[in-house]
C-alpha cells in the first residue's frame, strides 16, 4: 500500500522559511514524476512545483518562483519543498503527490498519489 506522510509544516512569520517532508513508502520513489501542491481557505488547489522523474527539471507556479525549492532524496525516499521569503498569501495546506506514469506537471488529475497534507500559517 502506497502512502506519503508529510510533515515540517506550523506557524511561520512573514519572511521566514520552513521545509516541508513528504515520505513515500509501498512505491520506489526514484522511478516517479513528484509535486507539491496546495489549497488555501475557500479556494482551490493549486499547482506549487514540480519534479520530473530523473530529478533533471524543475517548475515553479509564478507566485513561489524564487522562493520555493523543491528536491529529493531517493536514497530516503523523501521529497521535499524549501519555502524561503514566506508570505501571508502562502497560508495553505500543502499536499505531496506522485505521479507514477512519470509525466509530473502542474495538473492535479496526473498524480496517483496523495499525501494527508500539512498546514502552514504565516503570519504578517
Known amino acids: 500500500q502506497v502512502q506519503l506522510v508529510e510533515s515540517g509544516g506550523g506557524l511561520v512569520q512573514a519572511g521566514g522559511s520552513l521545509r516541508l517532508s513528504c515520505a513515500a513508502s509501498?512505491?520506489?520513489?526514484?522511478?516517479?514524476?513528484l509535486g507539491w501542491f496546495r489549497q488555501a481557505p475557500g479556494k482551490e488547489r493549486e499547482f506549487v512545483a514540480g519534479?520530473?522523474?530523473?530529478?533533471?527539471?524543475?517548475y515553479y507556479a509564478d507566485s513561489v518562483k524564487g522562493r520555493f525549492t523543491i528536491s529529493r532524496d531517493n536514497a530516503k525516499n523523501t521529497m521535499y519543498l524549501q519555502m524561503n521569503s514566506l508570505k501571508p498569501e502562502d497560508t495553505a495546506v500543502y499536499y505531496c503527490?506522485?505521479?507514477?506514469?512519470?509525466?509530473?506537471?502542474?495538473?492535479?488529475?496526473?498524480?496517483?498519489?496523495w499525501g494527508q497534507g500539512t498546514r502552514i500559517t504565516v503570519s504578517s
Open positions: 503527490a506522485v505521479d507514477k506514469r512519470g509525466r509530473g506537471g502542474a495538473m492535479d488529475y496526473v498524480y496517483d498519489y
Open positions: 509501498g512505491l520506489t520513489f526514484s522511478n516517479y514524476a
Open positions: 519534479l520530473s522523474w530523473s530529478g533533471g527539471r524543475t
